[in-house]
């Protein structure tokens, strides 16, 4: 199992060194992809996984792999956790972390705001597997203690949310669930352990998609969950039996993406914070969420919780189906897609309507509070690391062609 106990103490210095070694055999100072499936095992090696413990040798890929194992105490060592499991995706995660701490009959509070691929697992599986999930705004704390049950397992929040970039208080909403004999997992894709470390917080889980910020340039699909050692050696058990392993070269490119996080994220922030004050004088745009700004219903919040505001914007402008095909069609820097967190600009429009008709599921007030951030649609905005100047004028040039 990965551990988080390391003699490095800075940020970067984790960044670059955590996990990693010179090769024994080549002397080699950058980390080896090791692609085999299979390992050479001693007769005494049992062959069944439910007699997996501690991993101090490798017998199949699935089980674990030595680059994969490399890339899991990075990410301990980044998040101070106690232990990493990688997956093949950010879903793989979230579905594995669900399927340890939830069983039938047992009761979860989720965000009601969540990635759409969380909020539709939570819509349909898993209150199909007879697990009640009640759906709270929480940004509100009085909302979260009241959604809570005698059977409440779990408590899942995302923060920064997507798509709208809302916040929620890790350490408050941590003493509600842990009052309660619960557990929170968080969701900390947006973030990043540049700017939260959640355990720290209260968090008994922190689930990335390594797909995004922490790869960082848009070629290598991954998922982690961290937490205690004990909950790890669980997860693991989970990853082996439904089968999420996550392949030793995008491990590789992932710890590769790693290296440079810090110094990244702290480019996105300056970038964002431009484009974001960019944004608010634009006469097409009604409306700018992002951390960084004051403007923000919970900049307090986010100077108290987050060391780095990120480099995700969402926002509102008028007209905007037309601003969407403009958009499509005139961007040259900026590329209209989806996920985020590349050294690109990626934009992509997000219809409040096909939210409510496919992924969440809203009481009016719900509703009102997401209209609230987000209107009839929004635009989620990840800003990139090219030259600040140039995606300005990119995203200038294509908005008045709408």
Not at 47 to 57: G, V, Y
Not at 289 to 300: I, M, N, R, V
Request: charged share 15%; proline share 4%.
């Amino acid at each position: 199992m990965a551990s988080g106990n390391h003699i490095f103490q800075a940020l970067q210095t984790k960044a670059i060194h955590a996990g990693e070694k010179p090769d024994l055999a080549t002397r080699a100072s950058s980390p080896s992809i090791v692609m085999s499936s299979s390992f050479v095992t001693d007769a005494e090696t049992p062959f069944s996984a439910e007699n997996l413990q501690d991993q101090t040798t490798f017998f199949y890929t699935r089980e674990g792999n030595p680059t994969v194992q490399q890339l899991e105490q990075k990410l301990a060592a980044l998040e101070d956790a106690e232990a990493c499991v990688a997956f093949s995706s950010g879903m793989a995660a979230i579905s594995a972390l669900m399927f340890h701490m939830l069983k039938p009959g047992d009761h979860m509070v989720m965000s009601d705001v969540a990635y759409v691929g969380a909020a539709e697992l939570m819509k349909g599986l898993i209150p199909s597997l007879n697990i009640q999930v009640t759906r709270v705004n929480t940004t509100d704390l009085e909302a979260v203690q009241a959604a809570i049950l005698p059977h409440t397992k779990l408590v899942h929040i995302e923060t920064p949310c997507n798509p709208i970039v809302r916040l929620s208080d890790i350490q408050a909403i941590a003493e509600i669930t842990h009052a309660a004999g619960a557990k929170l997992s968080v969701d900390s894709t947006f973030a990043t352990p540049v700017a939260t470390q959640p355990i720290k917080l209260g968090a008994d889980f922190v689930i990335h998609s390594l797909s995004k910020y922490l790869c960082g340039h848009g070629d290598a699909i991954g998922g982690a969950v961290l937490g205690a050692s004990d909950e790890m050696l669980a997860m693991r058990h989970l990853l082996i039996h439904l089968g999420g392993a996550l392949s030793p070269f995008n491990a590789w490119l992932i710890m590769r993406g790693i290296t440079t996080l810090p110094i990244r994220m702290k480019a996105h922030e300056d970038n964002a914070l431009k484009v974001a004050r960019f944004l608010e004088a634009q006469p097409q745009v009604k409306q700018v969420t992002y951390p960084g700004l004051a403007t923000h219903p919970q900049h307090e919040l986010a100077k108290r919780q987050m060391s780095n505001f990120s480099g995700m914007i969402a926002f509102q402008t008028k007209n905007p189906s037309a601003v969407a095909q403009a958009f499509s069609e005139h961007l040259q820097i900026v590329h209209y897609a989806v996920s985020l967190g590349h050294q690109r600009s990626l934009i992509y429009y997000i219809s409040t309507q096909e939210m409510l008709e496919t992924s969440f599921t809203f009481n009016q007030l719900q509703a009102d509070n997401y209209r609230s951030f987000a209107g009839d649609g929004v635009f989620r905005l990840s800003v990139g690391l090219e030259d600040v100047e140039d995606i300005c004028k990119d995203l200038e040039r294509s908005i008045t062609k709408a």
